[in-house]
């Protein structure tokens, strides 16, 4: 006997009651509620995926660190130049140095802190050889740290200068005239007579 003909010869079962309790009915009915959750949990996963998409393209500011209002911005304070001329009208007065030096091919010109010009000449290499600057104030604007065996306080052309070496090389000299500071810096040292013919370059035009 069919198993529908079965449960209506019992008698008195609602047909729906009948028609849920065959074989495959309760397969479909769990198919239909197992579609359903899953349906639902791709509309979550879709518009999870949605919200993302939308943080990214136009909130991307979201994602990044907040920055400090406090903080400032660091700036280069070298500025270089083509000339010398550049240089002066920049920094806002004049400076006079030689056209080459023994070992160095070219020149590089700039102002540091808009305050100070530093004209230094590089070998075949771009190794520094000569480093002059001059610059206003009094203080010490060599940029040289190092410590030197040894340091004198000389006179050179009419003017205290500060020697700073080995005892036998000049590594570098300072020194003040009218309101502005000169510094020389000899990257593999100086003698005196170079650091003389120098100085008489740089102070020709102070005295003119």
């Known amino acids: 006997m069919k198993p529908m003909t079965l449960l209506k010869a019992m008698g008195g079962i609602p047909d729906e009651y009948i028609e849920s309790a065959l074989p495959g009915k309760q397969k479909k009915e769990t198919g239909k509620v197992i579609s359903f ?120 052309e009419g003017l205290s200068v500060t020697v700073r070496g080995d005892g036998k090389r000049i590594f570098l000299a300072l020194w003040q005239e009218e309101g502005y500071s000169y510094a020389v810096s000899f990257d593999k040292g100086g003698t005196q007579d170079q650091l003389k013919e120098i100085m008489k370059t740089v102070m020709r035009q102070v005295s003119e």
């Open 37 to 156: 959750f899953r349906r639902r949990e791709f509309t979550v996963l879709a518009a999870a995926a949605l919200l993302l998409i939308l943080a990214f393209t136009l909130a991307p500011g979201l994602l990044r660190p907040a920055e400090d209002p406090g903080q400032e911005q660091v700036t280069n304070p070298f500025v270089t130049y083509q000339s010398l001329e550049e240089a002066q009208e920049a920094a806002g007065f004049t400076l006079s140095v030689p056209e080459s030096f023994e070992g160095a091919g070219r020149r590089e010109i700039a102002v540091i802190d808009g305050r100070i010009i530093d004209v230094t000449y590089l070998d075949g290499e771009d190794n520094r050889v000569l480093t002059i600057r001059k610059g206003t104030g009094e203080e010490d604007i060599s940029g040289d740290y190092n410590e030197y065996p040894q340091e004198d306080v000389t006179e050179l």
